[in-house]
């Protein structure tokens, strides 16, 4: 059996190696390394992938979530609600524009943000939701962008993880993740479903205003050179990774769907026992169809009970299994985000997935006897503590 990995991204290369070396050859003969064709060409395609109106590509996926709050003209002191559970970028991005973050708890069974939790934590000062669509799968779009319309609110949609997952709306139509807020952003850090070989990033909208302003604004906030005419940064995604990106794009389908496919392996291995909730995302038809696309398993996250998860890891890693803990501490109870307006009555699901989840190994390249010998290791270790 070949070695497990968390992420496989040799494997992954060594598949599209003829069309990426070329494209990366072409960047560096050509020299134009910032803001280049391969740029412009990578814009193009993802904005019809996406079928969205503008993709502005910036440095890195916390740059395009500040940078999106940037152009929505937020000010000091307005509230901004987005989810306990998920990376700390996203509440990093609202302190850092002195914006005032409102974490609230998550849904137990999709670990997106619940709408209920929005409801409550509505003030006069609140001007925006980040729902995240966490570990790959659609946040419970159609609610939240209800409510923000009931508020005269921003949606600005943390698509880090969910590139290519499908949102499907209650009139049964569907629409691509990242595009059905007023904005949104995007991580193509290695290890996401669509990842360069570096940093990058990128900004979603259908918003021509507001693309504009953004556009300034990952330009030092130029629009003609050396004419400033908003306050910018200096963020941009660089010709090498925007080429690798390019060569990737025509595979981000594919990719999501062996992601699924081995999400459906592990999720048979698990079914039915009764210390391990599987994610959410193919309870449509059971995981036995190609058309459950809501979610992309840019993670593939357990919700143990009556397990001890610290032995099980220890467990795992002795048996060279990578995994990982996705998160084990709550936002409001990180040092740089602690406030004493939080409850803890007010995140019981939070506080209990933390203590509880692990994260398998998830990508392109898994195989059958690896995801066989992964979810046998984890079944024995379970009946056997019992």
Do not use: W
């Not at 020299?31 to 503008?54: C, M, R, S, T, W």
């Not at 799968?137 to 159609?142: F, K, S, V």
């Not at 949102?167 to 990842?195: C, R, W």
Request: proline share 4%.
């Amino acid at each position: 059996m070949k070695k497990i990995q968390m992420v496989d991204l040799q494997g992954q290369y060594k598949d599209i190696k003829a069309v990426v070396d070329p494209s990366i050859q072409e960047v560096i003969e050509s020299a134009a390394f910032i803001n280049g064709p391969k740029v412009h060409q990578f814009q193009k395609n993802l904005e019809d992938y996406l079928n969205v109106k503008h993709v502005i590509p910036c440095a890195n996926g916390t740059d395009a979530l500040q940078i999106a709050m940037m152009g929505l003209g937020l000010e000091q002191g307005d509230e901004v609600i987005t989810a306990d559970f998920t990376f700390a970028a996203t509440v990093e991005v609202i302190a850092l524009l002195k914006l005032t973050p409102v974490l609230v708890d998550v849904d137990p069974i999709t670990f997106n943000i619940d709408v209920a939790a929005i409801k409550k934590a509505i003030t006069p000062k609140t001007k925006a939701i980040v729902p995240v669509h966490l570990f790959g799968l659609a946040a419970n779009m159609d609610e939240i962008m209800a409510l923000a319309k009931e508020h005269n609110l921003y949606v600005i949609e943390d698509n880090a993880q969910g590139i290519g997952a499908n949102y499907t709306h209650k009139d049964g139509s569907k629409t691509k993740t990242g595009v059905i807020g007023h904005v949104a952003s995007t991580s193509f850090f290695p290890s996401k479903n669509l990842g360069c070989y570096g940093d990058g990033g990128a900004i979603f909208t259908n918003d021509d205003e507001l693309a504009h302003t953004i556009r300034g604004i990952v330009n030092h906030g130029m629009y003609k050179r050396y004419h400033h005419d908003v306050v910018g940064v200096n963020s941009r995604l660089d010709s090498i990774q925007a080429a690798v990106l390019d060569a990737k794009l025509p595979h981000l389908d594919s990719y999501n769907l062996s992601r699924r496919n081995a999400a459906r392996k592990y999720t048979k291995a698990f079914k039915d026992h009764p210390q391990i909730t599987t994610p959410s995302g193919l309870t449509a038809c059971d995981g036995i169809c190609d058309t459950c696309d809501c979610h992309v398993f840019h993670q593939y996250t357990l919700t143990l009970e009556g397990v001890d998860r610290d032995a099980l890891v220890a467990h795992l890693n002795e048996k060279g299994i990578p995994c990982g803990v996705y998160y084990p501490i709550p936002l409001h109870k990180q040092k740089a985000y602690k406030d004493e307006r939080y409850n803890e009555e007010d995140f019981t699901v939070t506080n209990h997935l933390v203590e509880n989840v692990i994260s398998l190994p998830m990508h392109t390249e898994l195989m059958d006897d690896q995801i066989a010998f992964i979810t046998e290791t984890i079944l024995q270790f379970i009946n056997t503590h019992s």
